[in-house]
């Protein structure tokens, strides 16, 4: 993860009623003098017992805020790549108040999804549970089929969803373990629960069967793959990038071209449909989706040495 070093620090504090056009956050920048550096909404936050902060810093030159829990970092929200036009973070016209109830409000005008908003969003309930003394047991993750994403949930109540915008910080590249990681992080640092170990209906990748077809072309190297930080985004022919579709970027194969990669290492193989260019480094020849990568077991290498073979439709 290519993260830039921190660029600012918020605290999270206990949230009362605001304008849904105002992120309410504590921002370590608003100093006084008769504290020892630590800002009074920091003090005011750490009496009540928050266990949430929030760093801001840039991710492959977008905005991204990150979420601890007890000084672990567990979740980056990052910013959406669509949204070209979104106002760049600036802490500097924070407005503080006082609301009725005596708590420190500071008002950070936003959208609701920039990422310093979803990232307060979600500490506010995480907070919310350490004060409520909820089981970090019922804090569990489940697929959700209907909009293909993870969903980290408290019961039944859904906390946040893992997607290509919302990753574990240091990620793996898939989705299914930043998810399953971020979960465990959070179980231990709310009521030091034990780890889970499955992810609940969890979708088995596809793997694609080649039958009665015949191989026009035949290469060897190295390939690669690319996910969470391309997910969503337009591929070379102009459809929306899938990750856990069966899909690959090549340099030269005609967009549609159905080709069959095999592992060398462990000998499984996936059948692919080229819709994007790449890889632009010497001696690779491909580069899959994270979907095709799982399914011939190559995630955790992150390269392997593979065989390429253009397949034509049956006859």
């Known amino acids: 993860m290519n993260?830039?070093?921190?660029?600012?620090?918020v605290s999270l504090l206990v949230l009362s009623v605001c304008a849904p056009a105002y992120a309410e956050i504590e921002c370590d920048r608003l100093l006084c003098p008769e504290s020892d550096g630590r800002s009074h909404v920091e003090q005011l936050a750490r009496s009540q017992g928050n266990i949430t902060q929030i760093e801001t810093h840039e991710l492959d030159d977008?905005?991204?805020a990150t979420l601890f829990v007890r000084n672990i970092p567990v979740l980056t929200f990052v910013q959406n790549p669509s949204e070209t036009t979104a106002r760049p973070i600036n802490y500097q016209s924070v407005n503080v108040a006082e609301s009725s109830t005596g708590n420190l409000?500071?008002?950070?005008?936003?959208?609701?999804?920039?990422?310093?908003?979803?990232?307060?969003?979600v500490a506010v309930k995480i907070n919310q549970i350490s004060r409520d003394n909820i089981d970090a047991d019922t804090i569990r993750v489940?697929?959700?089929?209907?909009?293909?994403?993870?969903?980290?949930?408290?019961?039944?109540?859904k906390l946040v969803a893992i997607d290509g915008n919302t990753i574990l910080p240091d990620n793996?590249?898939?989705?299914?373990t930043d998810a399953l990681q971020a979960t465990n992080r959070l179980r231990r640092q709310v009521g030091n629960a034990p780890p889970l170990s499955e992810i609940e209906g969890r979708p088995e990748p596809e793997v694609t069967t080649v039958a009665v077809r015949s191989v026009a072309n035949r290469l060897q190297g190295w390939a690669s793959w690319y996910g969470p930080g391309f997910h969503g985004n337009r591929t070379a022919n102009g459809e929306r990038y899938n990750q856990d579709a069966m899909t690959a970027a090549h340099r030269y194969l005609p967009f549609g071209t159905e080709v069959r990669v095999t592992n060398q290492h462990n000998g499984r193989s996936v059948?692919?449909?080229?819709n994007d260019r790449g890889p632009?480094?010497?001696g690779r020849i491909i580069d899959l989706s994270a979907g095709a990568a799982q399914a011939i077991g190559m995630i955790s290498s992150g390269v392997a040495p593979v065989t390429v073979e253009v397949i034509t439709p049956a006859n």
């Open 3 to 9: 993260a830039k070093p921190w660029s600012g620090l």
């Open 62 to 64: 977008k905005q991204a």
């Open 105 to 121: 409000i500071v008002a950070y005008p936003t959208q609701a999804s920039d990422p310093v908003a979803r990232a307060n969003n």
């Open 142 to 157: 489940r697929w959700n089929d209907q909009e293909k994403n993870y969903v980290i949930q408290v019961g039944e109540e």
């Open 172 to 176: 793996t590249r898939d989705l299914a």
């Open 271 to 274: 059948v692919v449909r080229i």
């Open 280 to 282: 632009f480094i010497g």
